[in-house]
């Protein structure tokens, strides 16, 4: 909705410079998606049991910068423009798309954990660093 203060233009997703909303709208939808998923790991694990997950997060609390996830965004966004600018598809069918992608911080994660109440956060690893030969 062009409207909306969340509108994302020409973009699929979150941008470093883009809207403050834009990126709140992300927040909101991973707080339900990832809720909805521990609600369901509760519901599955053995009691005493432990669940390991292995998800793209982001080191600074701003929700605009999503680390490696947004040069992805980015350089999909780029091909996006292209396909339009070439004429390849409907400047409504750019406008309608985002990527369904979130990389959350650390504190987000463990606040969405702490909602959900079930589980006991024992540890948080963060893998960083380019591996060159």
Request: glycine share 8%; charged share 25%.
């Amino acid at each position: 909705d062009k409207s909306s203060r969340s509108w994302n233009g020409n973009r699929v997703f979150i941008s470093n410079d883009g809207p403050m909303e834009v990126a709140e709208a992300y927040l909101a939808q991973f707080q339900k998606d990832f809720s909805s998923f521990l609600t369901a790991r509760a519901q599955e694990i053995v009691k005493g049991g432990c669940m390991f997950i292995y998800l793209s997060g982001r080191d600074t609390a701003d929700p605009r910068h999503q680390g490696a996830s947004g040069v992805i965004g980015d350089i999909l966004e780029a091909a996006f423009n292209d396909i339009l600018s070439q004429g390849l598809i409907e400047v409504e069918k750019l406008h309608s798309f985002n990527l369904p992608f979130f990389a959350p911080c650390a504190e987000e994660l463990i606040a969405e954990f702490e909602k959900e109440g079930s589980f006991i956060i024992k540890r948080i690893l963060f893998l960083s660093g380019v591996v060159e030969k």
